[in-house]
T-cell receptor, first 112, second 112 residues
Framework: AAGVIQSPRHLIKEKRETATLKCYPI?????VYWYQQGPGQDPQFLIS???????DKGSIPDRFSAQQFSDYHSELNMSSLELGDSALYFC???????????FGNGTRLTVT | TQLLEQSPQFLSIQEGENLTVYCNSS?????LQWYRQEPGEGPVLLVT???GGEVKKLKRLTFQFGDARKDSSLHITAAQTGDTGLYLC????????????WGLGTSLAVNP
């Protein structure tokens, strides 16, 4: 069965650079979520989209932005990267807004 | 204040032992989900419980949703080394069905 696809799998950036993470949800899933997970921590909700519109906003820094495109894939844009942004970034999709989440394998971002 | 309290936070047991992980809240949840996450991978959905008092079994894993829909437990019988991982509970609060609330996770190590 198709799963949530994230790219890239690993990303190394320097401080103050920008990064773009991509997410392709499971076909027919209309809701996409972005999470940030630091070592030994639970996933921290950043932002979600339902039918290409932002549906909820969590602890996403102002330096980050995201959008969902007409084909339902989503991109997380991160600017002015800081060392503290180093983490695993997960995208998840669901069939509806209050349905279980299906996660991708994440993008490991390292900021040096 | 953590809306979903998970306990224990860490658990190290021998293969063949039984264990129970708890997920408690003072709030009512319309549904609760359990996920298992391995290092560097995205959380994988194990089960969703929606009805108070519901019990679901997945091979050696038994999930229970409290009668009042405020708590849940995960019981593993005869643990195996392959059960090692981070177990996360998450739920949709009855008052806000759009935002998934996460517990902090239980890190389980099953030793041979």
């Amino acid at each position: 069965a198709a799963g949530v696809i994230q790219s890239p799998r690993h990303l190394i950036k320097e401080k103050r650079e920008t990064a773009t993470l991509k997410c392709y949800p499971i076909p027919r899933h209309d809701t996409v979520y972005w999470y940030q997970q630091g070592p030994g921590q639970d996933p921290q909700f950043l932002i979600s989209f339902y039918e290409k519109m932002q549906s909820d906003k969590g602890s996403i820094p102002d330096r980050f932005s995201a959008q969902q495109f007409s084909d339902y894939h989503s991109e997380l844009n991160m600017s002015s990267l800081e060392l503290g942004d180093s983490a695993l970034y997960f995208c998840a999709s669901s069939l509806a807004m209050n349905s279980p989440l299906h996660f991708g394998n994440g993008t490991r971002l390292t900021v040096t | 204040t953590q809306l979903l309290e998970q306990s224990p936070q860490f658990l190290s047991i021998q293969e063949g032992e039984n264990l129970t992980v708890y997920c408690n809240s003072s709030s009512v949840f319309s549904s609760l989900q359990w996920y298992r996450q391995e290092p560097g991978e995205g959380p994988v959905l194990l089960v969703t419980v929606v009805t108070g008092g519901e019990v679901k079994k997945l091979k050696r894993l038994t999930f229970q949703f409290g009668d009042a829909r405020k708590d849940s437990s995960l019981h593993i019988t005869a643990a195996q080394t392959g059960d090692t991982g981070l177990y996360l509970c998450a739920g949709y609060n009855a008052g806000n069905n759009r935002k998934l609330i996460w517990g902090l996770g239980t890190s389980l190590a099953v030793n041979p």
